[in-house]
């Protein structure tokens, strides 16, 4: 793999790292309640997820690329175009409407005329049955990690168009999955530890609004077409 693809493989795993979704939830929730250093545990469960997903899509990949390579490069471009297209429909989102009875964010006043602890009483009685607990164990928390990762049918799909954009039939194909798989866990682990384990209040706060969700949508959905349209003119 050459310095500018691999440059290019960086840029899109930061970017598709930090666009939101179940891996970036369920980082942020165990940082909120287990605490920063012990979230790692859930974040290294949704990459043993990834790993699988690469596995399952190269080598679908390496079989297509020794069959047929015009075929291969129709899915090349088919997946930037997919790309492309999450932007678009990421853009065009609606924000969601905020739950009616939710509960007030960490740190927020009680409500006046509340009596003391009367506020996190409520709190804890509205928090989600899927939540994690504070006394869960590492285990606990790599397992669910691996399932809403490994249970998310769109990864597959996903990887099925991002993969062969960096592969190049030509060269030997192992190595290249392997840098592939790598730079992705790697980035993936430093964005999910390094961003949404430490600013989770924030980016809660952030989303919590119509007008904040509007601009996650839209800084992410141009990324994505961005990267779509890189990857379909870098070779």
Sequence with gaps: MTLSLWATLLAACFVISFTPGAGAINTMGNSLTVGFRR??????????????????????????????????????????????????????????????????????????????GEADAEAEADASPTAPARGESR????????????????????????LPQFIRPGL?????????????????????????????????RLTASARGQRIVNRLFGSLFIGVGVLLAVVH
Aim: glycine share 10%.
């Design 172 to 204: 030997p194909l192992l190595p290249q999955y392997l840098v592939v798989g790598a730079t992705v866990v790697i980035v993936d682990v430093i964005v999910m530890w390094g961003f949404f384990a430490v600013a989770a209040q924030g980016l809660r």
């Design 139 to 162: 285990w606990s928390m790599f397992r669910r990690g691996l399932w809403v990762n490994l249970l998310n049918p769109k990864a597959i799909v996903f990887f099925l168009a991002f």
């Design 39 to 116: 979230s790692i545990w859930g974040i290294l469960g949704q990459q043993a997820a990834l790993v699988v997903h690469i596995a399952i899509v190269a080598a679908g990949v390496g079989v297509l690329v020794t069959g047929s390579p015009v075929l291969f490069e129709i899915i090349r471009y088919a997946g930037a175009a997919y790309l492309v297209y999450l932007g678009i429909r990421q853009i065009l989102a609606k924000p969601s409407a905020p739950e009616p009875g939710s509960a007030p964010e960490p740190g927020s006043a009680p409500e006046p005329g509340s009596a003391p």
